[in-house]
């Protein structure tokens, strides 16, 4: 039972466009999102985060918007660069329980 | 400061044999995770601590898998007898205790099981 859902694999982008990475969760007593970025042979790094109170969170070219009603999270990047190809995982906490549910991840590719 | 350290970086094993990971944490960092990140499954939470202390080991798929954490800078993940089917990437996590969004990864051990 997933209860964080990232349904795109991966998903192709050109340099320059933005991209825009979706996320669902099911369960609604999580009450705080992360989105971790991953490069091949490393760990997951934070990339940003959105409280439950808020619905939009904005750092740089990232922002994280949140639609609580539709248990719904999407990452936008823009413009979106080479240096963002990787995997992102969404990611939840809350709910009473430590630690981070985790979607299966996205891997963005940016093509110049 | 060095970040998660963990050791090895890559393991093979033959199936029936024991393995051990091992993690450092951030110092200072008083709650360590250990998660499993397969094709199958993704990223999932096997175990966690705070201070030294295990909460919660439901992710913990089998009596075969069996962490400790003996002192606030290490920590043990073991698999006994290891098997094929727990060949994975094993990432260690740490963070101060009520951060939300303080996790620092490991750069994880990819643990290959023949």
């Known amino acids: 039972d997933q209860q964080v859902k990232q349904n795109s694999p991966s998903l192709s982008v050109q340099e320059g466009r933005i991209s825009i990475l979706n996320c669902d969760y099911t369960?609604?007593?999580?009450?705080?999102f992360l989105w971790y970025k991953k490069y091949p042979a490393e760990g997951p790094t934070f990339l940003i985060s959105i409280s439950s109170i808020k619905d939009k969170n904005e750092d740089g070219r990232f922002t994280v918007f949140l639609n609580k009603s539709a248990k719904h999270l999407s990452l936008h990047i823009v413009p979106s660069q080479p240096g963002d190809s990787a995997v992102y995982f969404c990611?939840?906490?809350?709910?009473?329980?430590?630690?981070?549910?985790f979607g299966k991840g996205t891997h963005l590719i940016i093509q110049p | 400061d060095a970040g998660v350290i963990q050791s090895p970086r890559h393991e093979v094993t033959e199936m029936g044999q024991e393995v051990t990971l091992r993690c450092k944490p951030i110092?200072?960092?008083?709650?360590l995770f250990w998660y499993r990140q397969t094709m199958m499954r993704g990223l999932e939470l096997l175990i966690y601590f705070n201070n030294n202390v295990p909460i919660d080991d439901s992710g913990m798929p089998e009596d075969r898998f069996s962490a400790k954490m003996p002192n606030a800078s290490f920590s043990t993940l073991k698999i006994q007898p290891s098997e094929p089917r727990d060949s994975a990437v094993y990432f260690c996590?740490?963070?101060?205790?009520?951060?939300?969004?303080?996790?620092?990864f490991g750069s994880g051990t990819r643990l290959t099981v023949v």
């Open positions: 990611a939840a906490s809350g709910g009473g329980a430590d630690g981070l549910t």
């Open positions: 110092s200072g960092h008083n709650s």
């Open positions: 996590a740490s963070r101060p205790t009520g951060v939300a969004f303080g996790y620092t």
């Open positions: 369960n609604s007593m999580f009450d705080y």
